[in-house]
């Protein structure tokens, strides 16, 4: 035993000297939030200048207060960490190790170590008070500290439920008093205390033949019970206080949907209820208020006006509201309560709660965290420009918030040109940041436009506590142009003939959401069933936008120049004996100068390459005849760059269904063939659409006759194996099959 009393004795003088070492500069309490506005419902008095408040550490607990200060446990990276800190002077002492309860009206903190409670005096430092609770079984419980008396729970070898031991030490002698008189199948479901001599039982029990729950009042000093009354309703979650006069609990339905707040006096059967709403109600009384409240608030995601702290004259019904949410009520030595929660004018901290000069209960804040409880806006991340060429560009918007709150985040931005609008919402995440993740697309699926847009970021309360906070701002979308886009997205579009009608789809909505939402179809107009060839070479003509090249019946050739909107300009003949060739393709730089270029087979066989000169009057030069032996071919496509060379390919299908695959010299001309896969006389159209997958590789696009399905191989950059096996999209309302052309 002296070696115990020596490590405790180490431990006092431990204590006694960081109290004398402070945490550091005291800081005021938080500002006013910026977002303004005070919760509904009449506010009894404000709560005090926040610069009178000490400091507390964000994410603390109080699970002890006395006079002159207050024990707080913050969960950390090695463990909880208990901190004792004082309202005189703001200086918080850290407390070695682990293990420490609190107790309410004292100074008097306990730490237990197995079997062994030590009590130590926080105001003064005075020797601590070591109890050996070995004698009362392994099984011993500390439930709490009750002034100088510990308050243990024992379990019953002889059956559920336990004993409940008042274990002090007076001067050298230990003193072990057992409460007796509950009923035999006594379980008691919760142990509470509104002041330091009395302990209020919360159990289940069969008294005078009637099973249900009760509420047992322990004089802590005489292990007496002092009152013993049915308390229906209450439950597990619920709570107990009790006063001179006064006993309130809350209570429960059935169906646990609703809560009632209930009050009695002293030894007087009759109860008054006050049904308030939903959650699990903490009370306290305090002189002839009972206080009242669901913890909860700052975080949760639906309103409820039992978040806020309220309090309820016992004598008129009058009711005022205290603070805006509560986590924690405590009672102290002098009957007012001390209550760790917040106000939307003072932020989250400790408030006293004790009468105003009316009498009425009024707030006072004793301790701050420097957090708000409701959204204030620290900072953002809002890129200038994004780039949704390859899925790289996706990218964040992010507002950062002083604390973690029940708010949700509205993010919507506009196309400044057309009004076309993508949206955003999410619960602001538990690092207090709100985040809107942007993949380009608008809300109907299709790809977002190049040029401005405004966005407009609204916080707004889902608890229901405080104002929404707005910003708005600008941003940029820089996609560039696609070869295979005809809609200033930077994004592949299909193009498909039914008839002599022409449609445009947005490549990404068709390709990648076409079961979330309606397919948008642009109609570009009739009469193109006078072309028998209709080409998607790119930009041809030196404008910004792609371009078509069309060739009639009578072997003309014609230019239709892209707007950007999904349409094209008056055609412009271009050319003409063009009724020689049997395939013609192009969109593939063949020389390497940056334009794209045509490549035409004729009935000979022979290969001859048209270089793109960029004009929109003459934009091929006269040809050149690079290669012969292509009549074995049924299908040509100039694909771009896909072999990782230093210029754009060809792939040709012969009449076995073969593909096989031409790289580009530079030149115009190409090396000797790669066979690259076989089974493709299963497809009528193969499309070179560009980067439809956005990976920063071309892709081909492939339908076979009657097909409601269209087969994506996504390119790998790598010559012997270019495309990666296929995938197979299903084919949106209101295209019902891809047995029209496709382009």
Known sequence: MSRVRTSRRRLALAVTAALAVTTGALTAGPAA???????????????????????????????????????????????????????????????????????????????????????????????????????????????????????????????????????????????????????????????????????????????????????????????????????????????????????????????????????????????????????TLLTELTGDWVTYGVPGGVTA???????????????????????????????????????????????????????????????TLVASTG?????????????????????????????????????????????????????????????????????GLFDDFTTAANGAYTWKMTATPTNGIGAPVERTGTLTVDNGQAPHGFSDTGSPDLVVRDGGALFLYDGRQALYHNAQSELRETDIGSGWGAYDQILTPGNVAGARFADLVARDTTGA???????????????????????????????????????????????????????GTGSATAPFAPRVKTGHGWGIYNKIVATGQIGGGAAGDLVARDTAGDLWLYLGNGDGTFAARTRIGGGWYAYDEIVAIGDADRDGRPDLLATGPGSDELALYSGTGNWSAPFAPRSMLHAPAPVSNWTSTLF
């Open 301 to 363: 995601s639906v309103p409820n006006p039992l978040y806020a702290l309220a309090a309820r004259s016992l004598t008129t019904g009058q009711t005022v509201k205290l603070l805006d949410t509560v986590t924690i009520i405590r009672p102290e030595a002098d009957g007012g309560l001390l209550v760790q929660g917040g106000t939307i004018e003072h932020g989250e901290g400790l408030y006293r709660i004790a009468p105003g000069a009316d009498g009425t209960p009024a707030a």
């Open 557 to 611: 050739l014609w230019l239709h120049t892209g707007t950007g909107k999904n349409a094209f300009s008056a055609r412009t003949k271009i050319g003409g004996g063009w009724q020689i060739y049997n395939k013609i393709t192009g969109g593939s730089d063949l020389d390497g100068d940056g334009r794209p270029d045509l490549v035409a087979t004729d009935t000979a066989g022979d290969l001859w390459f048209y270089k």
């Open 371 to 439: 957090l708000p409880i409701v959204p204030q806006l620290t900072g953002q991340t809002v890129p200038g420009t994004f780039d949704f060429r390859t899925s790289r560009g996706d990218g964040y918007l992010t507002w950062q918030f002083a604390a973690y709150t029940g708010a949700k985040v509205d993010v919507v931005l506009t196309h400044t040109a057309t009004g076309q609008r993508w949206t955003s919402t999410a619960p602001v995440d538990v690092a207090a940041r709100g985040l809107a993740y942007w993949t």
């Open 33 to 279: 939030a910026t977002t303004g506005g005070v919760a509904a419902g009449a506010v009894a008095a404000p709560a005090q200048a926040a610069q009178n408040a000490v400091a507390m550490l964000p994410g603390s607990i109080v699970i002890g207060n006395g006079p002159s200060g207050f024990l707080t446990r913050t969960q950390e990276r090695t463990g909880y960490v208990y901190r004792w800190t004082r309202y005189a002077d703001g200086v918080t002492t850290t407390l070695p190790g682990s293990g420490y309860a609190g107790t309410l009206g004292t100074d008097l903190v306990v730490r237990s170590e197995g079997n062994v409670r030590t009590i130590l005096d926080m105001s003064s430092g005075a020797e601590p008070v070591v109890i050996d609770t070995a004698f009362l079984g392994t099984s011993a419980q500390l439930i709490r500290l009750a002034g100088s008396t510990l308050v243990m729970r024992v379990n019953r070898p002889d059956g559920p439920g336990g004993d409940v031991h008042l274990v002090s030490k007076p001067g050298d002698t230990v003193v072990d008093h057992k409460v007796t008189g509950l009923p035999a199948d006594a379980a008691i479901r919760r142990y509470d205390m509104s002041t330091p001599e009395t302990l209020a039982l919360l159990y289940t029990g069969t008294v005078d033949g009637v099973t249900g729950s009760r509420v047992a009042l322990v004089d802590v000093a005489t292990a007496a019970i002092v009152e013993d009354r049915p308390a229906s309703g209450a439950g597990l979650s619920g709570d107990v206080s009790v006063s001179a006069t006064h006993l309130a609990w809350a209570e429960k339905s059935p169906s646990g949907d609703a809560t009632t707040l209930a009050v009695a006096r002293r030894g007087q059967p009759d109860v008054e209820r006050v049904p308030l709403g939903t959650g």
